[in-house]
T-cell receptor, first 112, second 114 residues
Framework: GENVEQHPSTLSVQEGDSAVIKCTYS??????FPWYKQELGKRPQLIID?????GEKKDQRIAVTLNKTAKHFSLHITETQPEDSAVYFC???????????FGTGTRLTIIP | GAVVSQHPSWVICKSGTSVKIECRSL??????MFWYRQFPKQSLMLMAT?????????EQGVEKDKFLINHASLTLSTLTVTSAHPEDSSFYIC??????????FGQGTRLTVV
């Protein structure tokens, strides 16, 4: 089955700087890669996703890049703000399986 | 986005009793629902996948007879923790989605078995 590794497990960034979280996956058939943000005590919420026919996707301060050859994808947050503090999970899925496999999560702390 | 409602948000039960957790998609019909278990400061561990009208598919290591999943309709799935023990105490969270679409999560249920 799919195995998703996520790094780093914790990340502290000065407000205004950029944050990068990286994930690797094992199943070359995976074709959907969402990123979820989970604030303390709340449910995970999708912040951005990318499909395997695209190399990069951007939504305001958030961007995701995908390297299918190397089987890794990354989340980039620019101009970080205190409200970006949360746990971020990457995930990978082969649409044929309808099963998301999550990474281990990254606790991002934005230092004011 | 779509709304997935999970109930109850927290429950305390005695060892040996059973607890039922409901997951409802309020404004869409979910072809698939998923049940996860999340330990403190850890990731979401998939327990089982359920499709309406069919038996759930359990992940390796998850006891089918202990964690009963029923997916009665396109908007409702239930997880019943049978004969609960303290080691079953955890945060259980469901998600629902239409095929090949975004997965929406419920707010989670914190189960404490005493």
């Amino acid at each position: 089955g799919e195995n998703v590794e996520q790094h780093p497990s914790t990340l502290s960034v000065q407000e205004g700087d950029s944050a990068v979280i990286k994930c690797t996956y094992s199943d070359s058939a995976s074709n959907y890669f969402p990123w979820y943000k989970q604030e303390l005590g709340k449910r995970p919420q999708l912040i951005i996703d990318i499909r395997s026919n695209v190399g990069e996707k951007k939504d305001q301060r958030i961007a995701v890049t995908l390297n299918k050859t190397a089987k890794h994808f990354s989340l980039h947050i620019t101009e970080t703000q205190p409200e970006d503090s949360a746990v971020y999970f990457c995930a990978a899925e082969n649409f044929g399986n309808e099963k998301l496999t999550f990474g281990t999560g990254t606790r991002l702390t934005i230092i004011p | 986005g779509a709304v997935v409602s999970q109930h109850p948000s927290w429950v305390i039960c005695k060892s040996g009793t059973s607890v039922k957790i409901e997951c409802r998609s309020l404004d869409f019909q979910a072809t698939t629902m998923f049940w996860y278990r999340q330990f403190p400061k850890q990731s979401l561990m998939l327990m089982a996948t359920s499709n309406e009208g069919s038996k759930a598919t359990y992940e390796q290591g998850v006891e089918k007879d202990k964690f009963l999943i029923n997916h009665a309709s396109l908007t409702l799935s239930t997880l019943t923790v049978t004969s609960a023990h303290p080691e079953d105490s955890s945060f259980y969270i469901c998600s629902a989605r239409m095929s090949r679409a975004e997965a929406f999560f419920g707010q989670g249920t914190r189960l404490t078995v005493v």
